[in-house]
């Protein structure tokens, strides 16, 4: 089951306090990426963010969940409600998530 838009575009809503949120669209699917660095996912209308520490902190009851078959299990927050909490949460991720792998140029 796809995402629906409507709930995309909810999560984007909840973080439109944090400045250069984007997102890109994999297979029906959304990564979302905060400052560059990759975030969270938004899979079969499921907000998971990457399981750093202080996301573990933050959410120490939170279930983990692959976003799809085969990936590695992430943290599902399962209330995006909370606009505060959640810039909160990606502005405390922020240093944990990994840098972006740089993209191999081919001659």
């Known amino acids: 089951m796809a995402t629906k838009k409507e709930y995309?575009?909810?999560v984007l809503d909840q973080l439109s306090g944090l400045s250069d949120i984007t997102y890109?669209?994999?297979?029906?699917?959304?990564?979302i990426y905060y400052?560059?660095?990759?975030?969270?996912?938004?899979?079969?209308?499921r907000f998971l963010v990457k399981p750093?520490?202080?996301?573990?902190?933050?959410?120490?009851?939170?279930?983990f969940e692959p976003?799809?078959?085969?990936?590695?299990?992430?943290?599902?927050?399962?209330?995006?409600?909370?606009?505060q909490f959640m810039e909160q949460l990606f502005e405390v991720m922020y240093e944990e998530?990994?840098?972006?792998k740089q993209k191999k140029r081919g001659f």
């Open 8 to 10: 995309l575009n909810f």
């Open 24 to 31: 890109r669209m994999m297979m029906g699917e959304y990564i």
């Open 35 to 45: 400052r560059g660095k990759i975030a969270a996912y938004v899979c079969d209308d």
């Open 52 to 63: 750093v520490d202080s996301a573990k902190h933050m959410l120490p009851e939170a279930p």
């Open 67 to 83: 976003p799809y078959e085969g990936a590695k299990d992430m943290i599902l927050v399962e209330d995006i409600d909370d606009r």
């Open 97 to 100: 998530l990994p840098e972006p």
